[in-house]
């Protein structure tokens, strides 16, 4: 960047220096033949229009933003329109005094709105290129068009220049009054504004001091129009004021406070993107300063897939003749991954060791609550266990009444079984068919019938009862059948479920006469309605109040 700004700094000052030589002292009348004196006058003149309209060409060549582009172009051509008049008024209508005069207040048009195009200029610089100056800024025509109107119409007035000799004699004895000062305070003032606020604006990276050199070219010309307008006149001032706004635009284009297209090599270097670009045989072209260099064959492949080298990701894009090639630091990204690896294995270990505790505390969760059903059921039944094993052991002990004892051994079993499944039932429901109770009635029905018990069992079992109501009514029967076992020979079992209460009638038949101790056991059952005796059969009525079911 630094070898650039150099350069740009050597061909400036050449340029100046020549157009310097071409303005200062005019140097064409110091030619005493009138023919070369007019042929290099003319040659001069038309070098100046000729290098500000090849300007204008190169900014709209140049320039990225329209708006600044049609700004800056509108310069050129009030400075083409500046030196046309100029030529005119000098070289072909110098003997008219009307025409020369208006033609030198028509000098003023471009000395006013240049540097008004300048502050649009500088206001448009870091905008969008759709962007559009307010309609605000616009009213600056106003007191530019008024200054304009003073100065053409200043034969009326006098409040621009004023004539002590007469108006006859203007082009050599002259004042200035308010108007002028008032033009000069506009273009010194502008033009300040102008330099001000594209060095504020500036964000471009580089030399600070060359991104000055603007600023510096309107201080020289400040100084030089002052010292100008203090007595000197040994050059051409339109054509010095001309070459002071090309200086001043042109060193801002230069020094990048107005975006170009040129430099570009350069930016390419210096961005913070490590990029390169290479031609279609994979030969690089241009690479910025912290791309790596690859060689032909990583950048084939980089071609079809990215490439990872180490902790960088070589990615390939084809473009208009050849590649783009960029690199992707992934350093990060795989600590990342490495990280996350290892918190993911840590959090599989962790989980399994949290699914083997799970599955350990399910484990015990059924074995508790298997236990607790055991224990329940073990409770519940207890008496009934007790008779068996007291039953198994008589059985060792008489062998003769093994058949006996097996029959009144399979009633329990019956009982046992079917109350166990009741208790199961009564953990997940309250409510259950009174078809279970029908099934709990029937099975210890057939395992009394081995006992050569006559047995039948009827009635309506087809609605919803509690389980607690199933198993009170069950254990009632089982009390009843373990008291008259051993007396029965025959036993019939009605069920009726209606909606307000639920019947079981046990009708017994027996073979002798019933004991009173028995019979009396048997009413003191809680919910036995009424107990009969007819010689040997005995029927025991039991009611309870059937509780509000639903289906749920």
């Not at 500088?122 to 605000?136: D, M, Q, T, V, W």
């Not at 034969?155 to 002259?174: A, K, Q, V």
């Not at 508790?368 to 008589?394: F, G």
């Amino acid at each position: 960047m630094r070898k650039n700004e150099n350069k740009t700094v050597i061909i400036t000052s050449v340029i100046l220096l020549l157009l310097l030589a071409l303005f200062y002292e005019r140097l064409y009348e110091q030619f005493t033949n009138a023919f070369l004196r007019s042929a290099f006058s003319i040659v001069t003149n038309i070098f100046e229009i000729v290098s500000v309209m090849l300007w204008c060409v190169s900014v709209k060549n140049r320039i990225i933003n329209k708006q600044i582009c049609r700004y800056l172009i509108y310069v050129g051509g009030l400075m083409c329109f500046w030196l046309f008049i100029r030529t005119i008024k000098w070289y072909f209508v110098s003997n008219f005094d009307v025409v020369t005069r208006y033609l030198w207040y028509m000098f003023y048009i471009p000395m006013i709105l240049i540097p008004l195009f300048g502050v649009f200029i500088a206001f448009s610089i870091g905008k969008p290129e759709n962007y559009r100056l307010p309609g605000k800024w616009k009213l600056l025509f106003v007191p530019a068009l008024v200054l304009i109107v003073l100065i053409l119409t200043n034969d009326f007035h006098r409040l621009t220049f004023d004539f002590p000799d007469g108006i006859y004699y203007f082009d050599d004895n002259y004042t200035y009054n308010i108007v002028f000062y008032l033009n000069f305070a506009w273009f010194t003032v502008l033009g300040a504004i102008f330099i001000i606020t594209m060095l504020v604006k500036c964000r471009v990276p580089g030399s600070r001091a060359f991104q000055k050199m603007p600023a510096v070219v309107f201080i020289c010309a400040t100084v030089f129009w002052i010292v100008y307008y203090l007595g000197f006149r040994g050059c051409d001032l339109v054509a010095m004021d001309c070459l002071m706004i090309l200086l001043l635009l042109e060193s801002s284009i230069q020094s990048g406070l107005i975006r170009s297209n040129q430099g570009y090599n350069e930016l390419f270097k210096k961005t913070s993107i490590a990029v390169q670009i290479a031609d279609n045989d994979y030969n690089q072209c241009y690479m910025s300063e912290n791309a790596k260099n690859f060689s032909k064959s990583v950048m084939i492949k980089a071609a079809r897939n990215p490439v990872d080298i180490g902790n960088v990701r070589l990615c390939c894009k084809t473009i208009s003749g050849g590649y783009v090639l960029w690199q992707e630091d992934i350093g990060k990204i795989k600590k990342l991954m490495s990280e996350l690896r290892e918190t993911q294995e840590q959090l599989n270990e962790n989980n399994e060791l949290l699914r083997a505790e799970n599955e350990l505390k399910e484990k015990k969760a059924r074995i508790d609550e298997k236990n607790r059903l055991y224990d329940r059921i073990t409770h519940d039944v207890s008496v009934q266990l007790e008779k068996a094993e007291n039953l198994l052991a008589e059985a060792g002990e008489n062998p003769e009444k093994s058949k006996e004892i097996l029959s009144e051994l399979c009633v329990l079993s019956a009982y046992i079984k079917r109350r166990g499944n009741l208790l199961l039932l009564s953990e997940d429901y309250y409510f259950v068919s009174s078809k279970e109770l029908e099934y709990c009635l029937r099975e210890s029905l057939d395992n009394i019938s081995l006992n050569n018990v006559y047995v039948a069992l009827a009635g309506n079992c087809d609605c919803k009862m509690s389980i607690e109501n199933a198993v009170l009514l069950y254990d009632l029967f089982e009390k009843t059948t373990e008291l008259l076992l051993h007396e029965m020979t025959a036993y019939f079992v009605y069920l009726n479920c209606d909606e307000k209460q639920i019947v079981l009638r046990l009708q017994i038949g027996c073979k002798t006469e019933i004991n009173m101790n028995t019979l009396a056991e048997i009413s003191a059952f809680q919910f036995v309605r009424n107990i009969s005796i007819d010689e040997e059969d005995v029927t025991v009525d039991i009611e309870v109040d059937r509780k509000v079911m639903t289906d749920a």
